[in-house]
C-alpha cells in the first residue's frame, strides 16, 4: 500500500469514475485500476462497487477514502509547510473562488489580511462555479472556497454568511425600468439572459419560477453575473441576477429592479472541515466576513 495508491482511491471514490481520473493524472485506466486492486489485495476487502455508470466506494470503500482523506490533507498541509519555510514566507492560505467573488465579495478582506500578513502566500483559483469550488475544497485543492449555499456535499461544510435578494437587470430605457418591483408573472415575457448552466443560482432561480408556472424565454447565456449585466446594460436583454455588494440600483444604462417573490440566495465559506482550518486559514475567512461591503 502506497501514498501514490491512496491519492489514486480517494480521486476515484471523489470522482466516481476510473477514465475520469486516468485523464487527470494522464495515465491509462488499466493503471488507475491497479491502484485500487492492490488496496483491494492488501485489505482483502472490494473496496469499490463496479456500476453502469461508473464506480461508488462499498463501506468498507468508504472507511478508507475517510482515513486516507484526512491522512492525506494532513501531509499535504506538512508539506506546504515545509515549502513555506524553504522559500521564508509565512504560511498559505489557498482559496476557491467564482468568476466575480473576489471583486464583489472579498476585495475590502484580502486587503486588511494582506496588511497584518504580508509575508503570508495567497493562492486563488478560478473554479467556475459553486459546485467546482465545493468540489476543489473536497479533494484537497483549496483550504476555503466562497460559494453560493447549495445541497450538501458528503465532506464538505457550508456556512452561509450573506442573503442576495433577486434583482431583474434592464435598459434603462426599458418599461420595466420605472418599476419599483417586478412580479413573477412580468417574467414570463422578457428576453431571458441565462446564468451559467447547472450554476447554484440558475438551478435555485429556476427551481422557484417552475413551481408558479413560470417559463423563460432565452436567446443569450454568460458565463458569470457582471457579464450578464453588461449585456443588460447594453439592452441585449434581461438579467435575473442576485443583487450583489457595489451594484445598488443599477449603474449607468442599467437599472435594478427588485424580484420580492423569488427567495434570496444564501452565499458563504466553505470548508472541509472549519473547526480543522489552519490558523491562517480562519483567521482570512473571518476577515473576509468582517470586511464584506453593505
Known sequence: MTLDDLRVFVAVCAAGNLSAVARDLSCSQSAVSQHVKRLERETGLVLLERRPRGVVPTGAGRVLERAAAEGIAGLDAALRRLDDLRRGVGGTVRVATGATTVRHFM???????????????????????????????????????WVTIGPPLDGVEQRPSR????????????????????????????????????????????????????????????????????????????????????????????????????????????????????????????????????
Open 163 to 294: 442573503e442576495l435578494p433577486w434583482m431583474l437587470a434592464v435598459h434603462s430605457g426599458d418599461p420595466l425600468a420605472a418599476r419599483v418591483s417586478v412580479a413573477l408573472d412580468d417574467l414570463s415575457g422578457i428576453r431571458h439572459i441565462e446564468l451559467p448552466e447547472h450554476s447554484t443560482s440558475r438551478v435555485h432561480l429556476e427551481e422557484h419560477l417552475g413551481r408558479h408556472g413560470v417559463r423563460l424565454t432565452s436567446t443569450t447565456s454568460v458565463a458569470d453575473w457582471d457579464t450578464a449585466l453588461l449585456l443588460a446594460e447594453l439592452g441585449l436583454g434581461h438579467a435575473i441576477l442576485p443583487a450583489l455588494p457595489g451594484w445598488g440600483r443599477g449603474r449607468g444604462g442599467v437599472r435594478l429592479v427588485p424580484v420580492p417573490d423569488l427567495p434570496p440566495l444564501s452565499a458563504g465559506w466553505a470548508a472541509r472541515r472549519f473547526d480543522a482550518l489552519s490558523p491562517l486559514a480562519a483567521e482570512f475567512a473571518e476577515t473576509v466576513l468582517a470586511h464584506l461591503p453593505p
Open 107 to 145: 476585495a475590502a478582506g484580502v486587503a486588511a489580511f494582506r496588511e497584518r500578513h504580508p509575508e503570508t502566500a495567497l493562492q486563488f483559483e478560478t473554479a467556475g462555479s459553486s459546485r467546482r469550488c465545493l468540489e476543489a475544497v473536497r479533494a484537497h485543492a483549496a483550504d476555503l472556497a
